[in-house]
C-alpha cells in the first residue's frame, strides 16, 4: 500500500475508501475489503517493502440488506452498528432469487397487513371472520367430515372391487386347476380355472350347470353381462370355448365368472351354528344387507328375482381382508330373473321376509338385540312390501344405530348423525394408527353414514319400530 497516495481528506460516511466504488451489500463483501492483500495491492513480482504499512481507511457505515430470506411485509432491514427495539417475530417469508440479492436500494415502509392463514385454515375454508361465528365452523366441519367419509369409501372401494381380470380375448390360455368343483350351488358346479397371457394370469371360476338344473335363459345371461360391476352381483368375463380344456370333466361351452365362490349361504349356515349369538346374528345381518344392496341394482334395472335360495347365494372372501371377517355374498342366480310387473315396488319383500326367517333359524329367537330388530324387520316386510332400497336402510340403522330411544324422545336426528360420522371418523383413525387395515364391515358403515340424511334415517326408524 506505500504506492498509493495518501487521502487529501478524512473518508465520510459514504465516501468510497478506494478508487473502485465498492457498495457493501452482504458480510462477504465487507470481509474481502478487511484484507488489503486483496483489496489494493499493486501485481508487481517485487517483494514488499519493508517500510511500515500505514494503515487502511475506516469502513464506511452501510446499511445491510439480507440476501438469504426477506419478511412477506418488505421493512428495511435495522442497522447492524446501533442497538434498537426488539425486533417482532415475522409473519412469513419468501426467498429471493439472485437478482434482488445484491439489490441494496431501500424500499418504502408498508402498513403490516392481516396474517395469512395456513394450509389447515386453507382446506376448511375459514377466514377470520368465519372463526367468530360457531354456524360456519360447524358447517365447515360437517363438510370435512363427509368428504373425509367419501375418500375411506372411495380407497376401500377400490382395494374391495378392484383387480377385476376383465374379458376374454381369443389369445389368452387356460389351465384347469382342480378336477373337481370348489363349490357346489342349486344350480351349478364351479371349477378353478386359471387364465393366461403372457406373463400375466389371472385366477377365475367356470360355471358349470349341474345336469337336471333349469337351463338359463338367455334374456338373464345378457342382463347379467350388462350391468356395471357391483360388489354384490357375480360378475361374467366370457365364454370357455368347448375343446379349450380337453381335461376338463364337463362338455360344451360354459361361462367364466370373476369371483371364485369358497362356499354358499347354506353351507355357511351349517359351519356357522356353533358361533356366538352376537357374532352370528350380526353377520346375518350383514350378509341381508349386502342381498339388499344386489336386488336394489336389479329392481332399478325393472327386474326381480324369481326365488331368493341361500343354496345359490354364493360368499367369497373380500380382497385384503381378515378371513375372520364377514364374508362378501354374491347373486349368482340369474337363471330366474325375470322382467318386473309394473306397479309392484316391493316385488322382493315377502321372500326376504321368509328368508330373514331361514337365516335365523326355525328355533326361538336369539336374545340379541340384532336378532329382534330382524324378526320385527321380517314381519314389516310382509306388512309394509318396502323395496329393496328401504329394506337396506332399515338393515343400515339396526346395525350401526341410531336406535328407537332417539325417535321416541324428539332427537334430531341431523346432529346425531354429525356426531355419528365424528366417532367413525375418529374411530378409523385410531386403528389405523395402530395397524389394523379397515375391512368390509367398515365399508359397509362408511356407506351408510356417506349416503344418509335426516330423512332418510327417519323413514328407515319408521320401518323398524313403527
Not at 109 to 114: G, L, R, Y
Request: aromatic fraction near 4%.
Amino acid at each position: 500500500m506505500s504506492n498509493l497516495e495518501p487521502p487529501t481528506k478524512m473518508p465520510g460516511a459514504n465516501t468510497p475508501t478506494c478508487s473502485a466504488q465498492h457498495t457493501y451489500s452482504n458480510l462477504g463483501e465487507v470481509r474481502t475489503h478487511l484484507m488489503p492483500s486483496k483489496a489494493c495491492r499493486p501485481r508487481t513480482s517485487e517483494p514488499p517493502a519493508t517500510d511500515p504499512q500505514p494503515l487502511p481507511p475506516p469502513l464506511p457505515k452501510k446499511t445491510l440488506t439480507r440476501t438469504q430470506s426477506l419478511p412477506t411485509h418488505k421493512a428495511s432491514s435495522p442497522s447492524l452498528t446501533r442497538a434498537g427495539p426488539p425486533r417482532k417475530p415475522l409473519v412469513g417469508s419468501r426467498s429471493v432469487d439472485e437478482s434482488q440479492a445484491g439489490d441494496d436500494r431501500a424500499r418504502p415502509a408498508q402498513p403490516p397487513a392481516e396474517p395469512s392463514f395456513s394450509s389447515l385454515d386453507t382446506e376448511l375454508g375459514l377466514s377470520l371472520h368465519d372463526l367468530h361465528h360457531p354456524e360456519a365452523v360447524h358447517a365447515a366441519l360437517e363438510a370435512r367430515q363427509l368428504e373425509g367419509l367419501r375418500s375411506v369409501h372411495a380407497r376401500l372401494h377400490t382395494r374391495l372391487l378392484g383387480g377385476r381380470p376383465g374379458p376374454c380375448r381369443p389369445e389368452h390360455g387356460f389351465r384347469l386347476l382342480d378336477s373337481s368343483p370348489c363349490v357346489e350351488s342349486g344350480d351349478a358346479l364351479y371349477y378353478r380355472v386359471v387364465r393366461v397371457h403372457e406373463e400375466a394370469w389371472h385366477l377365475l371360476a367356470a360355471k358349470v350347470p349341474k345336469p337336471g338344473a333349469e337351463e338359463t335363459h338367455t334374456w338373464g345371461l345378457e342382463l347379467q353381462v350388462s350391468l356395471r360391476p357391483h360388489f354384490n352381483l357375480q360378475g361374467l368375463c366370457g365364454l370357455l370355448p368347448e375343446g379349450s380344456l380337453p381335461e376338463a370333466p364337463w362338455s360344451g361351452c360354459v361361462v367364466l365368472v370373476a369371483e371364485v365362490p369358497e362356499l354358499t349361504v347354506a353351507q355357511w349356515l351349517v359351519e356357522a351354528g356353533a358361533r356366538p349369538p352376537e357374532e352370528f346374528t350380526k353377520t346375518v345381518a350383514l350378509l341381508l344387507l349386502q342381498l339388499s344392496a344386489a336386488l336394489e341394482r336389479l329392481e332399478a334395472r325393472g327386474v326381480a328375482l324369481a326365488e331368493l335360495r341361500p343354496e345359490n347365494m354364493l360368499l367369497v372372501a373380500p380382497r385384503g381382508c381378515m378371513a375372520t371377517g364377514p364374508p362378501r355374498l354374491l347373486l349368482a342366480d340369474f337363471g330366474r330373473v325375470r322382467p318386473r310387473p309394473p306397479g309392484t315396488p316391493g316385488i322382493h319383500a315377502r321372500q326376504l321376509s321368509r328368508l330373514f326367517r331361514e337365516l335365523l333359524g326355525p328355533g326361538a329367537p336369539l336374545a340379541t338385540p340384532v336378532a329382534a330388530g330382524l324378526e320385527r324387520l321380517a314381519a314389516q316386510l310382509t306388512r309394509v312390501r318396502p323395496s329393496a332400497a328401504r329394506t337396506r336402510g332399515a338393515l343400515q340403522a339396526l346395525l350401526w344405530g341410531p336406535g328407537p330411544e332417539l325417535r321416541s324422545h324428539g332427537t334430531p336426528l341431523g346432529s346425531w348423525l354429525q356426531v355419528r360420522r365424528t366417532m367413525l371418523v375418529l374411530h378409523l383413525a385410531e386403528r389405523a394408527v395402530g395397524g389394523e387395515v379397515p375391512g368390509l364391515e367398515d365399508w359397509l358403515c362408511c356407506e351408510y353414514l356417506m349416503e344418509a340424511t335426516a330423512a332418510s334415517v327417519d323413514l328407515a326408524l319408521s320401518l323398524l319400530w313403527d
